[in-house]
């Protein structure tokens, strides 16, 4: 029997002890989250978070390190892969989407914000040492 499975990405960029974040416009997701996306059919996983990336900020990514993996299931019952990366190489004038405004912020105060439900657990990933995986079990996320 084949699992259903949805590929989705995030990334942290970083520059000289900011991250960029995203004001996200999504009601259904609210908060303030890092930039990403759903990869798209026939993609690569590295060229989904370069495009949404760029969709998103107007930056353009380079050397992007995958750090992590994330997964659970959604509601349709598929397991829902969420890869994360981080870079801090990357061209281009920043600009906010339709996905969110996009600003910087000093690394250290992210946990003190508003973040959307699952992304806290995944701050140890983006941060530390990597790669870790972050798995969905008994009703709490935990870092293998």
Same mark, same amino acid.
Request: proline share 5%; charged share 30%; net charge negative.
């Given at each position: 029997? #084949? !699992?259903?499975?949805? @590929?989705?990405?995030? +990334?942290?960029?970083?520059?000289?002890?900011?991250?960029?974040?995203?004001?996200?416009?999504? %009601?259904?997701?609210?908060?303030? #989250?890092?930039? /990403?996306?759903?990869?798209? $059919?026939?993609?690569?996983?590295? !060229? #989904?978070? %370069?495009?949404?990336?760029?969709?998103?900020?107007? $930056?353009?990514?380079?050397?992007?390190?995958? +750090?992590?993996?994330?997964?659970?299931?959604?509601?349709?019952?598929?397991?829902?892969?969420? @890869?994360?990366?981080?870079?801090?190489?990357?061209?281009?004038?920043?600009?906010?989407?339709?996905? /969110?405004?996009? @600003?910087?912020?000093?690394?250290?105060?992210?946990?003190?914000?508003?973040?959307?439900?699952?992304?806290?657990?995944? $701050?140890?990933?983006?941060?530390?040492?990597?790669?870790? !995986?972050?798995?969905?079990?008994? /009703?709490?996320?935990?870092?293998?």
């Amino acid at each position: 029997m #084949a !699992e259903l499975a949805v @590929f989705t990405n995030m +990334c942290v960029i970083e520059r000289d002890g900011y991250v960029l974040m995203q004001e996200r416009a999504d %009601k259904n997701w609210p908060g303030v #989250a890092f930039p /990403g996306g759903h990869v798209e $059919l026939g993609e690569s996983f590295t !060229e #989904a978070v %370069k495009r949404e990336v760029r969709e998103e900020t107007g $930056l353009t990514i380079a050397d992007p390190e995958l +750090c992590g993996v994330k997964q659970f299931w959604d509601d349709d019952g598929a397991r829902y892969v969420v @890869f994360l990366y981080r870079t801090s190489s990357f061209t281009g004038e920043l600009r906010s989407s339709e996905e /969110g405004r996009v @600003f910087w912020v000093k690394k250290e105060d992210v946990g003190k914000m508003r973040l959307p439900n699952g992304v806290r657990p995944m $701050l140890p990933v983006f941060f530390g040492d990597f790669p870790r !995986e972050l798995f969905w079990r008994g /009703g709490g996320f935990e870092l293998l």
